[in-house]
């Protein structure tokens, strides 16, 4: 992990607080995925989060597979199928049917999205009970960020900073890119089967807290 103390504003990612923004509010939630506040770059497009179930069963799979072969190969497929479902330079959208949401199983500069908040179970080989990994999306700022996480794709440390002391429970809608990860399991991820999560590293784009009447 490395640390920095200088501020950086990255001209992507903004975080905007608006009274108007509830839950009750779907026409407006709507227009957050739709309208592209921050341009997208040459090449880049824009996509609802959808939840990447069987590579998640995959990754379920191979925590309880007795052949170490077969653990490798089940690895293999999930993280081929990540690739192709969070690929470098593709924006992903979450609106008020998916917002992300700021929970404990997150840690800093982490988020996840409200449709697979909880580890999704079931029933494996031999009738095991087994739980999906979360899947987690990670930003990075100077001030917080990996080894590997270019400059040019830094969140603003402002931002970082409003996530960090915001209540446990809040959530978002709005967009960010994915990035690349020099040091992933994949192009832009992490698995990590300890924490049972899959953590996606991406740019915070338009990001608006939803605030709750």
């Not at 770059?41 to 379920?60: M, W």
């Not at 959530?171 to 953590?199: C, H, M, P, W």
């Amino acid at each position: 992990m490395s640390s920095g103390t200088g501020k950086r504003s990255s001209g992507w990612g903004f975080i905007s607080f608006f009274k108007a923004h509830t839950v009750a509010a779907p026409v407006f939630i709507a227009a957050v995925c739709l309208v592209a506040a921050s341009p997208l770059h040459p090449g880049e497009s824009l996509v609802p989060y959808e939840v990447p179930r069987l590579a998640l069963k995959h990754l379920a799979d191979s925590t309880v597979d007795p052949c170490p072969v077969c653990v490798e190969k089940l690895k293999k497929r999930a993280f081929k199928a990540l690739d192709k479902s969070f690929p470098a330079g593709a924006v992903v959208c979450f609106d008020d049917a998916c917002p992300l949401v700021k929970t404990k199983d997150c840690g800093r500069n982490e988020l996840v999205p409200a449709c697979s908040r909880v580890r999704e179970e079931y029933r494996g080989r031999e009738e095991q009970l087994l739980q999906f990994p979360l899947m987690l999306f990670r930003f990075h700022t100077r001030a917080y960020n990996l080894v590997g996480i270019g400059d040019k794709d830094y969140s603003s440390d402002t931002d970082g900073q409003t996530i960090e002391k915001l209540k446990t429970g809040s959530s978002f809608t709005g967009k960010l890119r994915i990035i690349s990860y020099e040091y992933g399991d994949g192009a832009s991820f992490n698995y990590s089967a300890q924490r049972n999560v899959v953590i996606i590293h991406c740019q915070l784009l338009d990001i608006i807290k939803i605030v709750k009447k």
